[in-house]
């Protein structure tokens, strides 16, 4: 059985998945994160297939952080997916992205994203926003419990 995951961080570039880590571990919230680089990667592991078959539905993690521009499938699809299926529907979903458009921020939320972030340019900003998210998801928000039998 694998651990539990607090965090699924989904991003496929490097720099931003180095930042974050740093971030949460500066802030001491980097404990049981999961990071995979693409969509199809993401819907993999929270649907406990591919490579994460043996992965327990009844551990999902308490929080995923989105990135929209990603390969294999995007991040608005991957939205989707979670929202859309009722074992994972009530996991936060945290958009954090480069996008300044309108256009995403308005259909993210039309999917039911719990946040929207755009990723500020500034190193002490990123870390204070992402101290500020684990905080909030991680300690002071209530979630529910994970379904005990899950349909397929």
């Not at 958009?95 to 500020?120: F, H, W």
């Not at 190193?123 to 909030?136: A, P, R, S, T, W």
């Amino acid at each position: 059985m694998m651990h539990e995951v607090r965090i699924l961080l989904v991003e496929d570039d490097p720099s931003d998945v180095q930042l974050t880590m740093h971030a949460l571990h500066r802030n001491n919230l980097a404990n049981d994160i999961q990071v995979v680089r693409d969509g199809e990667e993401a819907l993999d592991f929270l649907f406990c297939r591919g490579n994460f078959a043996g992965r327990a539905w009844d551990h999902p993690p308490r929080m995923v952080l989105l990135d929209l521009k990603l390969p294999k499938v995007n991040g608005l699809e991957v939205l989707r997916e979670i929202k859309s299926d009722p074992r994972t529907k009530t996991i936060p979903v945290i958009v954090m992205t480069g996008s300044r458009e309108d256009q995403d921020l308005a259909r993210c939320y039309e999917l039911g994203v719990n946040s929207y972030i755009q990723k500020p340019m500034d190193f002490n900003q990123f870390v204070e926003i992402v101290k500020q998210l684990g905080y909030y998801w991680l300690v002071v928000n209530q979630s529910p419990p994970a379904p005990a039998h899950p349909s397929s």
